[in-house]
């Protein structure tokens, strides 16, 4: 432990044993010291705390006395004679709430990574197997070509080392890592962390501080909103109060919720005489009897203090190790005044570990009466730490360290006491403002001759001037001396230029609440968003972010707190059959078999991390950059689709980079490609053309011999035709020789026969 505690101021002996501190004499002495504190007199941290955190919270809701207002109106108190509206203007909530909606409007996500050496060390197994993918990606796909069967990595996966280092950033998750995510998210679901967050964020700005309980119990996992107003800590110099010895809070019951939660812890005598030490206090009456009321007792109606509680110690265990004949060894639990038997077949080791642990109780304030003491049940321990433990308290308090540290509403209460202060102001000078007159010299415009031997009285003289603008007036007096006095004069009414001032006065403290709270124009909706540039509009909204960036932060750190504690308390959930069956029914039967701690599961230790999910401006710059992408046909519509799912901008914009690096890779390769297959289509083509053109003069050669052949026919025909055309000449001829021998034959026979 830190921090020891000093004995010697009341409190009792840190290193008594852990059988002393259990005993009830401790405990009742502990937290009598531990409240007197916190709560000695009426000066003590407690009341001081509890009227300024009232006081304050007046102020965040509009509610805050009007008399300081008064008092300053007039010094000597009496404001019966004035005639103002005493109503508080809400400019302290206007900014309170447009803070609560704007910071609760903000979405985070628990992300759960096992750190524990097993976990690591799967972790990078399976990295280093990935890698060994990208380096055999080539051949796997040479081998996927030659043999038809896929023997490289599946769609998806990492092709570079960048690629595969945001992989492991983005979707890599273990079993127990998912398990334990969805396990969280039921247990804040549960609880109703919507409603809690909203009184987180709102006691961070009112009063700088906020906190809640995290337990384990028969009913599950609870998480629960405390009231800082009444918290009880031990000194603590840091923002998340992690060097606290004990922690405590006051809550008011009545005797009858006492014996519910106390049961048969005392008697009915002690419960009356704890009712009779709040006689007149928290508003009982003013006498107590025993008489009977129904089923109960009168006192039971009466409210008591009690202090919730628990400190932080360390015990010292002892154990035995002893060898045994297989040369292994066992590890039993022993009692403070064990000693090994001097002869023994087997070595024994004594050990002797000190644990952190801590020890919780309720007491009834201002009695000895302390109840539910004892070792705390159910201690939230990091699996891989047993000897360390977590208190059941988140707590933290933003820039805790510095000496007086004011929340962001305590910073607006001056500006907007003297917006107020204005006002009122106001209301009395409107009150007392009058219209424009005029400023009538009589004697210039009485016995003002009308002509017909009358005169106009002033009155008649000044309602013509009203109506016409004309005026009637005497240059001389009864004496005949020059009247020098103007007629009539206006005279100038209204607030005039103190009005003015107390205009500027009053914005000039309305801009230093707006500097303070850092919530704009802009983020309040006082300027329309049509009438502003747009970029003036982001750097408006940046800058209000940023004056809230403590609280925000603080909100992280509780989250992270309660988150860290659930993922405890849900590996010891398998105690509570009744409860570990409701959280099987929501998420599985195998995510809360792989998260609950028992013999056959090694611990696994988880590192809580809050994740803010991206806002409007975030989400807006990510989609400028993606349509930009894609208007320029870098990025792919189903690359762009993955990106806006991912909830880490950071993360997003470094997988958009990536994804356009390699759908331009894609596509050099894509026209590397093309090329080969243009070439090679130019070659098939330029074959092509040669095999026509071989075709076609093959065709040519064998068309000129047809031709040629079909000419030597030809002409063989016809040198046949003319042979037997000529043979038939000739034997025309020789028929007409014959013809002509028959008839000189003829001839000769018939001379012959003549002579």
């Known amino acids: 432990m830190e921090n020891k505690l000093n004995y010697a101021t009341g409190y009792p002996n840190p290193m008594a044993t852990k059988e002393e501190k259990e005993k009830m004499e401790f405990g009742v002495q502990y937290f009598k010291k531990m409240y007197a504190d916190w709560n000695g007199d009426n000066n003590s941290l407690l009341n001081i705390r509890s009227q300024r955190y009232d006081r304050t919270r007046k102020y965040s809701r509009g509610l805050q006395s009007v008399n300081k207002y008064k008092n300053l109106i007039n010094s000597s108190g009496d404001t019966s004679y004035l005639n103002l509206d005493w109503t508080v203007i809400p400019i302290i909530p206007k900014f309170v709430d447009v803070m609560v909606g704007s910071l609760t409007n903000q979405d985070y996500q628990v992300l759960c990574n096992a750190i524990d050496p097993v976990s690591t060390q799967k972790r990078k197994d399976d990295m280093m197997d ?77 009063i700088n501080i906020s906190a809640t309980k995290t337990f384990l119990d028969a009913n599950g996992i609870g998480i629960r909103y405390v009231d800082p107003k009444y918290l009880v800590t031990s000194h603590s110099t840091s923002p998340d109060f992690k060097d606290l010895l004990h922690v405590g809070e006051i809550r008011q019951i009545t005797i009858q919720e006492l014996k519910r939660i106390a049961g048969n812890q005392f008697t009915e005598e002690e419960y009356y005489e704890m009712a009779r030490n709040y006689i007149s206090k928290n508003g009982n009456p003013t006498s107590l009897t025993t008489s009977l009321l129904g089923n109960h007792f009168e006192y039971e109606k009466f409210t008591v203090d009690i202090l919730d509680g628990e400190f932080k110690s360390v015990d010292i265990m002892h154990y035995e190790k002893k060898e045994n004949k297989y040369g292994g060894s066992t590890v039993n639990k022993k009692n403070k005044n064990y000693k090994p038997p001097k002869k023994s077949k087997y070595k024994r080791h004594q050990i002797k570990p000190q644990i952190e642990t801590w020890y919780s109780g309720k007491w009834v304030i201002g009695t000895d009466y302390l109840f539910d003491y004892g070792l705390k049940e159910n201690m939230l321990r990091p699996k891989n730490n047993l000897a360390r433990t977590l208190g059941s308290y988140t707590i933290y308090s933003p820039d805790h360290s510095i000496i007086d540290t004011k929340s962001m509403v305590e910073r607006m209460i001056p500006f907007a006491d ?89 914005n000039y403290n309305l801009e230093r609440i707006r500097d303070v709270s850092g919530i704009n124009e802009v983020r309040d909706g006082s300027a329309p968003s049509n009438e502003a540039l747009v970029g003036v509009q982001k750097l408006a909204l940046l800058a209000s972010n940023n004056a809230t960036r403590a609280i925000n932060h603080a909100y992280i750190n509780i989250m992270d707190g309660v988150a860290s504690r659930t993922a405890l308390a ?17 998420i599985g039967e195998t995510n809360m ?21 991206p806002d409007e401006i975030e989400t807006e710059l990510l989609e400028q950059n993606i349509q930009q992408s894609l208007a320029q046909k870098e990025l792919r519509l189903e690359d762009a689709i993955m990106i806006r799912n991912i909830k880490n901008v950071k993360l997003a914009n470094q997988m958009l980079v990536l994804r356009r690096k390699r759908y331009m890779k894609d596509q050099q390769e894509l026209a590397a490609q093309q090329s080969q297959i243009n070439a090679e289509a130019q070659q098939q083509a330029a074959q092509v053309a040669a095999q026509v053109a071989a075709q076609a003069e093959q065709v040519k050669v064998e068309g000129e011999i047809q031709v040629k052949q079909l000419e030597y026919q030809l002409k063989e025909q016809f040198a046949q035709a ?27 026979d018939l001379v012959r026969v003549k002579k």
Not at 165 to 186: D, H, P, R, V
Not at 570 to 586: R, S
Not at 594 to 602: G, L, P, Q, R, Y
């Open 722 to 748: 003319e042979h037997a055309r000529q043979l038939a000449v000739i034997d025309k001829q020789g028929e007409i020789k014959m013809e002509h021998i028959q008839e000189a034959e003829d001839d000769s």
């Open 130 to 206: 990935m890698a060994v993918d990208i380096m055999t990606k080539d051949f796997s796909e040479k081998l996927t070509a030659a043999s038809g069967i896929p023997m490289g990595p599946s769609a998806g996966v990492p092709e570079t080392e960048e690629e595969l280092e945001l992989y492991m950033q983005l979707n890599y998750k273990q079993a127990t890592e998912i398990a334990m995510e969805e396990g969280i998210e039921l247990a804040f679901t549960l609880n109703n962390w919507t409603e809690i967050s909203r009184r987180i964020i709102r006691d961070l700005i009112d």
């Open 418 to 506: 003297q917006i107020q202060l204005i006002h009122l102001k106001m209301q009395q000078l409107i009150a007392k403002t009058r219209p424009k007159g005029m400023a009538i010299e009589v004697g210039s415009i009485e016995g003002v001759s009308k002509g017909d031997g009358g005169t106009f009285t002033p009155l008649e003289v000044q309602d013509i001037y009203e109506q016409t603008g004309n005026l009637y007036y005497r240059l001389m007096d009864d004496s005949g001396d020059p009247l020098h006095a103007r007629p009539i004069q206006e005279l100038q009414g209204g607030a005039g230029q103190y009005l003015q001032e107390l205009m500027a006065s009053y």
């Open 570 to 586: 849900l590996q010891d959930l398998v105690k509570y059959k009744g409860a570990y069956k409701g959280y099987i029914h929501a």
């Open 593 to 613: 078999k792989v998260v609950n701690i028992n013999k056959d599961i090694s611990p696994v230790e988880m590192g809580i991390k809050i994740q803010a999910l």
